[in-house]
């Protein structure tokens, strides 16, 4: 799957722009040797609750997190920095630490506003541009990503060059990547093939789990079944089988989804409710394998965050499908027609992905459903 999320790991720690105590730098010295008994001890003894102490708290507490690979710590760092600031609003170190917290939680959505913060009061440095690089990588907003990592080589010190230029030239190598398993299907030829018996025995192969069908083929039997069937409607079309499921009749569900499927190979939506009712490893595998080649299709069709290469489906349940098992989709935001470069009418998909982040994929449908579409609604005129 292309995911182009580069979560690297970054030795350096975060620095405030306001001096720090003697006692707070023998505390990260502590941390840094992961010396939880004598970092337990400095706190104990803190006295204070100034914002040193808060942020040893959080400090304490990441370490502890890492140490017991236990989440609850990791928690108890993020309330700790939220009480800091509750006590200290306008405090430069607290600022960094909360921002920590939640980035070493992957709590992105939370961890953004305050590194945007950071920047605007003009404390930004390579730690934090590093952490706002990530961010938008994992929102897949690869120039932001690529103009903080600029900011990193050109404003950072020799380590934030080093590191800056490493991620860039793994983001140049990844997009290299992509490119190079990109698919450009030809819609007007896959269209000629899909009334072919060449099509009809592509198609049987692929039913047969062919493995040595290329993906150019497989991608020619996924667009080109859209000239053979309605694919917008087979959700519909399937739900006294899943009243049957639902019923406990699973023989009855699976028997009746493999008939469909003899008539829709390439339906997404049928594999995965067969999948789902699988008892066998011999039932299991073909639904797998063909979800698996489909999907592959479908990630290698588009390109995320270029309007010229939006991700193709033959169907809308394929956008969600898609949504779900390729971009790992936590919540569903919204969905807008809109037009491409091209003037092609295309789906844009809103949805919060694995970090909590919003981000926003473009879908283009294979003609024949805008035609049925455009029919209906002459019809309803």
């Known amino acids: 799957m292309k995911r182009l999320v580069l979560l690297f790991l970054l030795a350096a720690c975060s620095l405030s722009a306001a001096a720090q105590s003697e006692r707070y730098n023998q505390f990260k010295e502590y941390r840094n040797d992961a010396d939880t008994l004598q970092m337990k001890q400095m706190l104990d003894a803190w006295g204070d609750k100034d914002p040193e102490y808060y942020a040893a708290w959080v400090n304490y507490c990441a370490v502890m997190a890492n140490e017991t690979e236990d989440p609850t710590w990791s928690e108890m760092g993020i309330n700790w920095a939220k009480m800091g600031r509750e006590a200290y609003p306008d405090d430069e170190l607290l600022l960094y630490k909360q921002a920590d917290a939640y980035f070493d939680c992957e709590m992105f959505q939370d961890a953004l506003p305050i590194l945007l913060d950071i920047e605007e009061r003009g404390l930004g440095d390579g730690t934090s541009w590093y952490k706002l690089a990530i961010i938008y990588s994992a929102k897949n907003d690869r120039e932001k990503a690529r103009f903080y990592l600029n900011k990193m080589i050109e404003l950072g010190d020799e380590y934030d060059r080093a590191t800056g230029l490493e991620i860039l030239a793994s983001i140049d190598q990844g997009e290299h990547m992509l490119d190079s398993l990109a698919l450009h299907p030809d819609h007007a030829a896959i269209k000629a093939l899909s009334q072919t018996p060449a099509y009809q025995e592509l198609t049987a192969r692929f039913a047969a789990c062919d493995t040595t ?46 008939a469909k499927l003899k008539e829709y190979p390439v339906s997404l939506f049928l594999l995965i409710s067969l999948y789902n009712l699988a008892e066998t490893e011999e039932e299991l595998m073909p639904c797998v394998w063909k979800a698996q080649q489909i999907l592959s299709v479908i990630d290698n069709s588009g390109k995320v965050g270029d309007p010229e290469r939006p991700f193709q489906v033959i169907c809308i349940n394929d956008e969600y499908i898609a949504l779900e098992q390729i971009f790992k989709m936590q919540e569903f935001k919204s969905q807008a027609a809109v037009r491409g470069l091209a003037d092609d009418p295309l789906d844009q998909m809103t949805f919060v992905n694995p970090y909590g982040l919003e981000e926003t994929l473009l879908f283009w449908l294979t003609p024949p459903y805008w035609e049925r579409l455009n029919r209906l609604f002459g019809e309803s005129n």
């Open 213 to 258: 069908l290329t993906r150019e083929e497989i991608a020619s039997v996924y667009y080109g079944a859209a000239y053979h069937h309605d694919y917008n409607y087979v959700v519909a079309e399937c739900e006294d089988i899943r009243a049957m499921a639902s019923e406990g009749k699973t023989k009855e569900a699976k028997d009746a989804l493999n």
